[in-house]
C-alpha cells in the first residue's frame, strides 16, 4: 500500500468518485470522500490529491481541501476538477484554473482536468435548474462561439464521456516522485 498519498474527493453524481477510486487503485493509496477526511488522515510528509466537481466554473470543495492542506503536515497539494466540457478547449480550461487557483497556487499546485459528463438522475433539485436555465440561455444566445454550440448540444440529457485516459498525467505526476 502506497502510504504516501491521501486521495480526497467531492462528488454528487459520481464521476469524480470513479476518478478519485480508479488513481487509488492504480496508485495502491487510500481515497476517502471529503466530509469524512481530517488533517490527521493525511500522510505527515506526503501528498494531498484532492478532486472535485466544476459548478459554474468554480471547483467545487477546493476551498475546504485548501484548508485540510493547511492544517496538515503533507508537504504537497495536487488537485484535480471533473466537468461537462470535453477535452480540447485549452483556452477555457486555463482560464478557470486561473480563477480557482489564483496566481499564487497557479504555479505551485499542480493541477488536472478530467473531462467527465453529466447526470442528471444523480442532480439535487437545485443544480436541475441551473443546468436547465443554462441550456435555456444557450439555446437563445447569438453568435456563439464553438465552445458553446457544442455546450448546448451536449447538456440537453445526460452523457458520460469519462476515460481512464485522462488519469495518465495525473498518475504519471504522483507515481514520478510523490
Ligand atoms: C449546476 C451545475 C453547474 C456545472 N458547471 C460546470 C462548469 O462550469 N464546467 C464544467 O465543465 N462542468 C460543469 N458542470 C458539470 C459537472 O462538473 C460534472 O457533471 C461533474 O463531473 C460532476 O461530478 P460528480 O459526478 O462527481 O458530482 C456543472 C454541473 C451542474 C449540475
Known sequence: MENNILIVYKSV???TRKYAESAAAELGCH???????????VPNGGTLVFGGRLHAGK???LKQALSLYRNSQAQRLVVFATGASPAGFEDITRE????NLGPELLD????????????YDG???ADRLMMRALHGFMRRKKDKTEYELQLQRMI???YDISSPEYLTPLL???????
Do not use: I
Request: charge should be positive.
Open 31 to 41: 481515497c476517502v470522500e471529503q466530509k469524512n477526511v481530517s488533517p490527521l488522515d
Open 172 to 178: 504519471r505526476l504522483l507515481r514520478n516522485g510523490a
Open 13 to 15: 453524481t459520481g464521476f
Open 59 to 61: 471547483l467545487d470543495g
Open 156 to 158: 440537453a440529457g445526460s
Open 96 to 99: 478557470m484554473w486561473k480563477n
Open 123 to 125: 442532480m439535487g433539485f
Open 108 to 119: 505551485s499546485v499542480p493541477h488536472f482536468y478530467l473531462p467527465a459528463g453529466l447526470r
